[in-house]
């Protein structure tokens, strides 16, 4: 009877802390401006962004908006674990919103839908040092196979294989065009970063490239980066002027035009 108790206990023991790893939490979130107290169920591995989405739902403010605060680790990184910074159920959170909801500075500019978020890959090889020299027939004769692989890959729409053969070409010997040629790929590919470093090593081995400024040019912009990208562009402009490069210059000029009034405000 004792043995059998013994492992009812047990089973039920095992039954709740197979739950309890499972279970949600409740987190007291405490509004600094009203002093009013809400919890909020939700995942001990859920991070701080996620706890802010639940929290927009009842506030009726924007994630992007709120700032989570605990006193041990002060304003909390949105991502942040929550059971990392030791909050567990009953734990109470301090919410700081804006006084104005949709005057705070965000990202100003968000709203350019031609942003492109920074690859994380590493940009493809460059010879070292970046300087072009003499080749031999059979090198010559290898890098055109490479070059001609890369051209057919592109037109095939496969940049990925087209960037894997033009690297291999350009290891034989860099030239201005084909660092040009392949920022291009890298375009096409949705990585403006290493579109940027190739232009810029294009510029490098010649600084005349119009070709290399203007792909310069929409990397940055791709990138956010307007005041650099405005340079490369105006720069193209002079130096060969094109109508679609121009359209990309008006609205690299507004957007930081946008940001130096946006800046003076907050100052």
Do not use: W
Not at 26 to 39: D, M, P, Q, S
Not at 137 to 159: C, R, S, V, Y
């Amino acid at each position: 009877s004792s043995h059998f108790v013994s492992r009812a206990s047990q089973i039920r023991q095992g039954r709740a802390s197979g739950s309890a790893m499972t279970a949600q939490i409740a987190v007291k979130i405490r509004n600094l401006a009203t002093g009013e107290v809400v919890a909020v169920n939700i995942e001990p591995h859920a991070t701080v962004s996620m706890l802010k989405q639940r929290i927009a739902y009842i506030v009726k403010t924007h994630e992007k908006q709120q700032v989570l605060k605990i006193a041990e680790h002060g304003v909390l990184d949105n991502l942040t674990k929550l059971q990392d910074v030791g909050i567990v159920d009953g734990s109470e959170v301090e919410l700081a919103l804006p006084e104005k909801p949709v005057v705070v500075a965000e990202e100003p500019a968000s709203d350019d839908e031609g942003l492109v978020a920074p690859e994380e890959e590493e940009p493809p090889q460059l010879p070292s040092p970046l300087e072009s020299r003499e080749l031999g027939d059979a090198e010559m004769d290898q890098q055109n196979e490479l070059k001609a692989k890369a051209t057919d890959a592109a037109e095939d729409g496969d940049f990925a294989k087209a960037l894997e053969n033009l690297t291999a070409a350009l290891m034989l010997n860099p030239t201005s065009m084909m660092l040009c040629k392949r920022a291009e790929y890298l375009l096409k590919l949705k990585r403006p970063r290493a579109a940027a470093a190739d232009a810029a090593a294009a510029l490098e081995l010649n600084p005349d490239s119009t070709k290399g400024l203007r792909l310069r040019g929409k990397a940055l912009r791709q990138l956010g980066d307007y005041e650099a990208a405005r340079k490369a562009l105006a720069a193209a402009q002079q130096s060969d002027y094109d109508d679609a490069t121009q359209d990309i210059l008006k609205y690299v000029i507004k957007r930081c035009e946008k940001l130096r009034r946006l800046a003076r405000q907050h100052s």
